[in-house]
């Protein structure tokens, strides 16, 4: 195993650090944009639509079936 | 024996692209989310458009109950569509429904307004043309 100077130690800690850093900013920037295309506020409005197809589809197939 | 000299650059422009991925992906299904959204306010409105033209006497048992069996099967897909859409994954493809339900929002707009009162007609056309512009626009798009 080939030895490491204090040097070689010292970058490769400088190393971790970037990238401990590049990580945090790479998941904040993903959460960003996906809260910019409205992950987060498409879902509630899509739970939303199915609950309303529900409703709408009971009323038609009554209808479609001359229940109404 | 020295250790090779460590870079980040390669994990920096790996991680860049995975930005940029995930934000395209994040994009794409807003669009499809929008194209559920428009799909879903157009098929509501043509309901109440259709139930508000019967009650007032404007369509037939008969016009009324074949309207809602072909309404059954678009509101059928568009909630199917509705739930790909919650449920796409990035890399998927252009959920399938699509179109089916731009074939029947087709079948509305053309066989089923025949025989109509033409007001109860251009109102329909109307709320079924939103639907088939949304659904088209995405179809065209190809989810790119």
Redesign the interface.
Known sequence: M????AI?AL??SQ?VF??IT??AT?YS??RQ??A????EV??A???A??A???R??E???A????RE | ???P??S?VP??AL?VA??FL??AC??K??QF?VA??TV?AS??AI?DAE?AAYAAGKLT?AQ??RF??E??VA??L??EF??V??EWQPGAPVPTQLAALRASLFKLSTELLIGLPPDVQIQLQATLNAAYDAVLAVLLAGGK
């Open positions: 080939p030895k490491m100077t070689e970058q490769w190393v970037q990238l590049i990580g790479t920037t993903v944009s996906m910019d295309a409205g992950f498409d879902d409005r899509l739970v639509l199915e309303e197809y529900g709408r589809l009323r038609a197939k209808a479609a079936e001359g | 024996m020295r250790t000299r460590p980040v994990i920096l991680l995975l930005v995930a934000t994040a994009a299904r807003h989310a559920s959204q879903a098929l509501f309901q139930n048992s009324h109950q809602n069996q309404l059954v509101l059928t568009g909630r509705n739930t859409v919650r």
